[in-house]
Nanobody, 127 residues
Framework: QLQLVESGGGLVQPGGSLRLSCAAS????????IGWFRQAPGKEREGVSS?????????NYADSVKGRFTISRDNAKNTVYLQMNNLKPEDTAVYYC???????????????????WGQGTQVTVSS
């Protein structure tokens, strides 16, 4: 069974950067589409980014993070990263990584398509 553990969250000033990691164990992460989601207090969970499975380098981004966030894989480390630059206060949320074996890529932002979830890591952007 695939297990996911996020790390790298924290407190950062507006304009700063963070790199989130999603370390997988129990299975090969590259067999899954990996998505990053976030949930702010009182809001629904929203898709941030995703990367296709099986060696694909196709990626998706929410409009709100395009040009600022970059998703990538390191298959040797069985880890997926989310590099977040030029962070804004509205990026404040709990960030989750998730894995799905049969995600329709055009619907990557739908949390229901992902089977495995990490516990989340808090990102706070504030001065």
């Amino acid at each position: 069974q695939l297990q996911l553990v996020e790390s790298g969250g924290g407190l950062v000033q507006p304009g700063g950067s963070l790199r989130l990691s999603c370390a997988a164990s129990g299975a090969t992460a590259d067999y899954f589409t990996i998505g990053w989601f976030r949930q702010a207090p009182g809001k629904e969970r929203e898709g941030v980014s995703s990367i296709r499975r099986n060696g694909g380098d196709s990626t998706n981004y929410a409009d709100s993070v395009k040009g600022r966030f970059t998703i990538s894989r390191d298959n040797a480390k069985n880890t997926v990263y989310l590099q977040m630059n030029n962070l804004k206060p509205e990026d404040t949320a709990v960030y989750y990584c998730a894995a799905g074996g049969s995600v329709i890529f055009s619907r990557w932002h739908n949390p229901a398509l992902y089977t495995y979830w990490g516990q989340g890591t808090q990102v706070t952007v504030s001065s």
